[in-house]
């Protein structure tokens, strides 16, 4: 990434997703971000491929509301066997920030990729899901589906309340961060943490603005 020369310009993507992100398409996903299976290492290998045989040079896994791609990735790339990454990587988290005066609001946040996995983790402790007051967690979002009206399940799968990876798909789809815990997590990496949202965010930059000044 070193040069000699003048201004230059390098292609990165600051927005992908993995396996692990309940917005998939690929005809697998991530079953666990600790390999356990032979199923998850070759997708994770195949994700190393694809990101070597990409243009950018750099990339940040931008999940919904999990950085269990990144670790993933990580875990895969220790161990025996793994394909070798020739690509800058940062793990990223997307979050839907909820405000009761404006839009929706999607934001997303690159983190260094030097922070260790409890780093990561205590990052996303720190985030609230707005209706439930609870830590962001896999558990946290089943339960905020269980705790939904029936109106609001209404056109959701039948065993959305017996199956929880159906029940976890749901939430992502619908679930708040709360402001305020979303500037905690930030403001407690000390700069290790950069926020920024996307150009066509619901409510754009305007309602971004908005909502940091009112909640400062």
């Not at 991530?30 to 694809?50: F, G, W």
């Amino acid at each position: 990434m070193k040069s000699s020369r003048g201004s230059e310009w390098h292609i990165w993507d600051f927005h992908i997703h993995t396996p692990a992100s309940f917005e998939w398409s690929g005809s697998q996903k991530l079953i666990n971000p600790n390999l356990e299976s032979l199923q998850d290492q070759k997708l994770v290998d195949e994700m190393i491929e694809a990101l070597n045989n990409a243009e950018p040079e750099v990339f940040v896994l931008m999940d919904y509301f999990t950085f269990d791609g990144w670790f993933a990735l990580q875990n895969r790339l220790k161990q025996p066997g793994s394909k070798t990454l020739n690509k800058v990587i940062f793990p990223g988290i997307e979050l839907r920030l909820a405000s009761h005066k404006t839009p929706r609001l999607n934001a997303h946040v690159v983190l260094d990729n030097q922070l260790s996995k409890t780093k990561l983790d205590n990052f996303k402790s720190l985030l609230i899901v707005d209706s439930i007051n609870q830590q962001l967690s896999d558990e946290s979002l089943v339960d905020y589906v269980r705790k939904l009206p029936s109106h609001e399940l209404q056109g959701a799968p039948k065993n959305i309340l017996q199956d929880d990876k159906v029940a976890l798909k749901f939430a992502c789809e619908k679930v708040e961060i709360t402001t305020e815990s979303w500037k905690h997590a930030i403001e407690s990496m000390n700069g290790r943490a950069i926020p920024y949202l996307a150009w066509s965010s619901h409510g754009g930059l305007t309602v971004f603005v908005n909502i940091v000044v009112t909640h400062i």
